[in-house]
């Protein structure tokens, strides 16, 4: 299975023409999933976490050939990943033109329609929380909480210091605690 | 005992009350029996210091796998505390949080997964479809130059020609007028020489045409096309195929 092999075999293989997209179909289906679930939890719903997980791909074939091997390739798509997550999340709300921290935010009627949804368990109402955060905390929340990112790598991901992401998970926790604890 | 009588003296001597209270009785004790194994445990002892350098039977033989089961638990280990510590440091955050967990609530449709990267290829290849790049090189607008100015005068002269008249209804009077001067002087080549680029691309925008493809247009018939599945498969196909018909660039 191709999937298994490693990254830097996997970038080996991109670079030749003839196991392009043999190496590109192991690289999908290696991190598919994790960033699947890292970009749902950012958009809400399954059908744009779709889009944008195929536009990030779409990312990835194009700039694959430019991928500085000098940090990780897992890194650098969870890099892509959020990016476009923050991007999609930007251009639904200048179109909605509603805030996010209103009740009726199309993110809040996303999570709300989920046909899984049930707003008496805690583990739905902690997503309302954290549908509430400004959408970089969010991913500063979700990568930490979700994904049990260290600082170090979650740094490299979103290019921003130890520090300022501890600062950052530590105000969401408070914020999240106050809306729990609140409703 | 004459010689313990003695050393009592002699402390009584030196301090009547503390030679009154020392005890000629032993307080400490041994658990019954000690002196009597003793021996036996001392030997025992001596004889497992003398099989230092020595292993038990086999143990070398299982030594690597015992190793790296060490070394896969302390990797397990390691990935269970940095787990721990996510949910350690929600603790001392937020024990109602923490409380929570982090399950995922949300789900996706059954096999979703399993067609999910075939679907993100056939987008991602749907995406490199080749770019033609349409600039146009004077060799191109020579060839149009050809294409629209035949055709025009052609179609001028005969119609003149086949209805014997002097001038051709509907037809522009200063190409009708050309048409005249080429077919006296002819002079056809010359003329086709001396339109410029802008003169043809204004000619054909005017006429409801778009240059670029009747540049393709021109040049290209149905037969001749590569299969599509090929562009699907290399996108260098249509590049290669224009630079064939000279229309690349």
């Given at each position: 299975m191709a999937e298994n092999l490693d990254d830097n075999e996997l970038l080996l293989q991109f670079k030749n023409e003839a196991t392009r997209e043999r190496a590109y179909t192991a690289i999908i289906k290696k991190y598919q999933e994790r960033l699947y679930w890292h970009v749902r939890r950012m958009v809400v719903g399954h059908e744009d976490a779709n889009d944008v997980l195929q536009n990030m791909f779409i990312k990835v074939w194009k700039n694959l050939d430019k991928?500085?091997?000098?940090?990780q390739l897992y890194t650098w798509m969870y890099r892509i990943a959020t990016n476009e997550s923050l991007t999609f999340l930007e251009k639904a709300k200048k179109r909605q033109s509603?805030?996010?921290?209103?009740?009726?935010s199309p993110i809040m009627n996303k999570l709300e329609s989920d046909?899984?949804?049930?707003?008496?368990k805690v583990e739905w109402k902690l997503q309302q929380a954290i549908q509430r955060l400004p959408d970089k905390q969010k991913a500063v929340f979700n990568l930490r909480y979700?994904?049990?990112?260290p600082y170090e790598e979650m740094s490299r991901v979103l290019e921003t210091s130890e520090g300022a992401l501890k600062a950052s998970y530590h105000h969401a926790v408070k914020k999240i605690e106050d809306f729990i604890l609140n409703n | 005992m004459k010689k313990r009588e003695q050393i009592l003296n002699e402390l009584e001597e030196l301090d009547s009350r503390l030679g009154k209270l020392?005890?000629?009785?032993?307080?400490f004790t041994v658990p019954e029996g000690y002196f009597d194994e003793f021996p036996v445990k001392m030997l025992g002892k001596i004889s497992s210091n003398d099989a230092v350098g020595s292993v038990p039977q086999g143990y070398f033989e299982g030594l690597s796998v015992n190793i790296m089961a060490r070394i896969r638990q302390e990797e397990q280990n390691v990935t269970e505390v940095a787990m721990d510590n996510v949910i350690a440091e929600m603790e001392s955050l937020s024990p109602s949080i923490a409380a929570i967990g982090?399950?995922?609530p949300f789900t996706v449709q059954e096999g979703y997964f399993q067609t999910l990267s075939e679907e993100i290829l056939a987008a991602t290849i749907k995406t490199q479809a080749p770019v033609v790049s349409?600039?146009?090189?004077p060799a191109i607008l020579r060839y149009l130059a050809a294409a629209a100015f035949t055709g025009l005068v052609g179609f001028s002269l005969f119609t003149m020609f086949t209805n014997n008249q002097a001038e051709v209804k509907g037809m522009d009077p200063s190409v009708m007028a050309q048409a005249k001067t080429i077919v006296a002087n002819d002079s056809f080549d010359e003329t086709l020489a001396s339109l410029s680029a802008s003169d043809i691309e204004s000619y054909l925008t005017a006429n409801g045409h778009n240059p670029d493809v009747a540049v393709v247009a021109s040049a290209i018939n149905d037969e001749s096309l590569p299969d599509p599945v090929d562009y699907l498969i290399n996108e260098n196909t249509l590049n290669e195929f224009l630079t064939d018909k000279n229309l690349a660039n």
């Open positions: 991928f500085r091997e000098d940090s509603i805030s996010i921290d209103d009740d009726e046909t899984e949804y049930d707003g008496n979700f994904e049990e990112m | 020392v005890s000629a009785d032993n307080v982090n399950r995922n349409m600039r146009r090189s």
